[in-house]
């Protein structure tokens, strides 16, 4: 239950960069939300999925609460189950079944009363609230100032108890050092310390440094380039040798309104990417996923190799190549575009940007392509200077 409401909380935090709008749908009387800045107070007679850039939900939640985004805020009650993950995390309501949160810094606040178990993983964790059953906290910094009826174990490396910290149950301690343990948290007998090795996670295979695989080595990298390299020529050759006419058309209008076609190439990924979450949504269109997912995967890599190339030609072109050379010579322009584009991302930060508005750019022309093929009156007048190229080739 927890990895498909997950699953499906990752489909949704993918479309966030298209949702200028929050998107809400119902299923099975469940709750999907998804968006940028979300402040949602509506009640949830059953579950709510909910994910965002920030995302605050304030009304009160029948079942189970799925959450999920870069600042999650939880302050409303829940009938049910929380489980909440992202950079980071705070419950301030009541909580009908568990917690399990997750992320760099989680906080179980004040407001906070857990009916069942608490489970938190961060970085930075804080427990303030009330906790009915038992609580394990993992972190590197762990501070206690909150109230846990049952069993309480802490792993990590830095743990401070305050002044309102209660454990009525076994308490049991994993850190690389001595704790302080005020009194009033639980007597000597129900405390139970346990040494933990600075980096003693490592104990374990699957997270070992040792069992990471060796870094690639130069040759394996340059192999790497050349078969992506080939791969790439042959995808974008292949729509330069069978639809010519086409690519110099979309490329030609790309050029003509560079502006305009990054912005129609991110509605146009936007879109795409839409379609992941809806379709997780329905059985019905369950089977529709691995082609929503496809679909992305080809829009990108055409959107690169064409954006690439529509730049690259619009360099040759001011350089007296011609409007359309042979295909040759096109294969050439096209092959040092891919070149140049990688070399971008070695760049920090700003080679990135310029990757994802090459792609943007590349999916705005294969828009306005398509589109002028299905709505002849859809793109530039009859009179714009692109067009009169295009007809004297």
């Known amino acids: 239950m927890i990895l498909r409401a997950f699953l499906l909380l990752t489909f949704c935090a993918a479309a966030l960069p298209a949702a200028a709008e929050p998107y809400e749908t119902r299923v099975g009387g469940d709750r999907l939300v998804a968006g940028g800045r979300l402040d949602d107070a509506s009640p949830s007679t059953r579950d709510l999925l909910v994910s965002g850039a920030q995302v605050v939900t304030r009304g009160d939640v029948g079942d189970d609460l799925f959450a999920a985004g870069f600042s999650v805020d939880v302050e409303g009650a829940s009938g049910g189950d929380v489980t909440a993950a992202g950079a980071r995390v705070r419950i301030d309501g009541e909580v009908g079944g568990d917690a399990m949160l997750s992320g760099f810094i989680v906080t179980l606040d004040r407001g906070a009363e857990v009916a069942g178990n608490a489970r938190l993983f961060a970085g930075t964790a804080t427990l303030r609230g009330t906790v009915s059953g038992?609580?394990?906290v993992s972190a590197s910094e762990i501070r206690i100032d909150g109230v846990v009826a049952g069993d309480l174990r802490l792993v990590g490396d830095e743990i401070t108890f305050g002044p309102d910290a209660s454990v009525a149950g076994q308490l049991t301690i994993s850190a690389p050092r001595e704790v302080a343990i005020p009194a009033h948290v639980a007597p000597a007998a129900r405390i139970t310390y346990e040494y933990l090795e600075p980096g003693g996670w490592r104990e374990f295979d699957e997270l070992a440094w040792e069992g990471m695989p060796e870094a690639p080595s130069a040759a394996a990298?340059?192999?790497?380039?050349?078969?992506?390299l080939a791969f790439l020529l042959v995808v974008g050759g292949t729509f330069l040798a069978l639809a010519p006419n086409g690519v110099a058309t979309m490329r030609r209008m790309a050029l003509n309104r560079p502006g305009i076609t990054v912005l129609v190439g991110g509605l146009?990924?936007?879109?795409?990417?839409?379609l992941v979450p809806v379709s997780a949504l329905s059985i019905v269109a369950l089977p529709l996923l691995p082609m929503a997912l496809l679909a992305v995967i080809l829009?990108?890599?055409?959107?690169?190799?064409?954006?690439?190339?529509?730049l690259a030609m619009g360099i040759a072109r001011a350089l007296g190549l011609g409007d359309m050379p042979s295909l040759w010579v096109r294969l050439g322009v096209l092959a040092a575009a891919i070149a140049v584009a990688a070399l971008l991302n070695f760049v920090p930060l700003l080679g990135w940007v310029l990757n994802v508005a090459l792609v943007f750019f590349g999916l705005g022309a294969i828009t306005e392509g398509l589109l002028r093929w299905a709505m002849p009156g859809v793109g530039p007048a009859e009179n714009d200077e692109m067009l009169r190229s295009e007809a004297d080739t």
């Open 134 to 136: 038992a609580a394990i």
């Open 221 to 228: 990298i340059g192999i790497g380039f050349f078969v992506t």
């Open 268 to 274: 146009g990924f936007s879109t795409l990417i839409g």
């Open 299 to 310: 829009a990108w890599i055409l959107g690169y190799l064409l954006g690439a190339y529509v």
